[in-house]
């Protein structure tokens, strides 16, 4: 019996949903390999039944545990390949750490680098740290495409419905997410990076090419893995193979 394929799981953004990657996911899919879109929503907007204020478990310990029960329910048996985009890229070393299955690869799709155990707000810029502190209200964030003006998703999704259904998924997420802690866990295996938005993840590629991870350049935006999935695709896995050849 041949082995199981591998599968890409592609993890959308905290500040996002999965709407952001299900195009890149068909295009995937289309090509004969198996993708899967987890929805780790329900970690970012819920907090465990009977929980108190300060009594909810941890919000990355809640987006592990949301992301092992959908790949573990919904994933093939074979292997599997974790891709992060943006704000996931420092996820995913815990999100495979959660899995009891094989992980080949990670690879972050424009996006910011793993930094365990240092908080989101350690490793953004002053000046990011500061609007978000101003825009905080009830506790929570506004919706990520409510933190710039003009809106940024007009530009950069032309298509109105799925720029519809990008915008209405975007959760109001804990404004407590932004100091806390990312578990401290280093993934020991094969990633790399496939850059879109050269001006606002250039300098997160080059950190990758410094510590010796294969970079990829497609020019694009931030948002093509939703707008234009098909070439995003065709890089995304010509680099996973190269990580998992062998």
Known sequence: MPPSPTTTVLVHSPFLGPSSLRPLAAALLRQGRPALVPDLRPALTQREAGAGAGTASPTHQRLAAVFASVVDTNATSGPLVLVGHSGAGPLLPSLAAALDRPVLAL??????????????????????????????????????????????????????????????????????????????????????YLLLSATAYGDAARAAHRAGWPVRHLPGHHLASATEPGPVADALLALVDALTAG
Do not use: C
Request: cysteine-free; glycine content about 4%.
């Open 107 to 192: 690879v972050l799709l424009d996006a910011e680098l793993p930094t365990p155990g240092r908080s989101w707000n350690q490793t953004a810029s002053a000046e990011l740290v500061t609007l978000l502190r101003g825009l905080v209200a009830d506790d929570h964030l506004p919706p990520w495409s409510a933190w710039f003006q003009p809106d940024p998703l007009p530009e950069l999704v032309d298509d109105p419905a799925l720029r519809e259904r990008i915008a209405r998924e975007q959760p109001r997420v804990p404004a407590a997410f932004l100091d806390e802690p990312r578990p401290d866990v280093s993934w020991p295996g094969r990633i790399g």
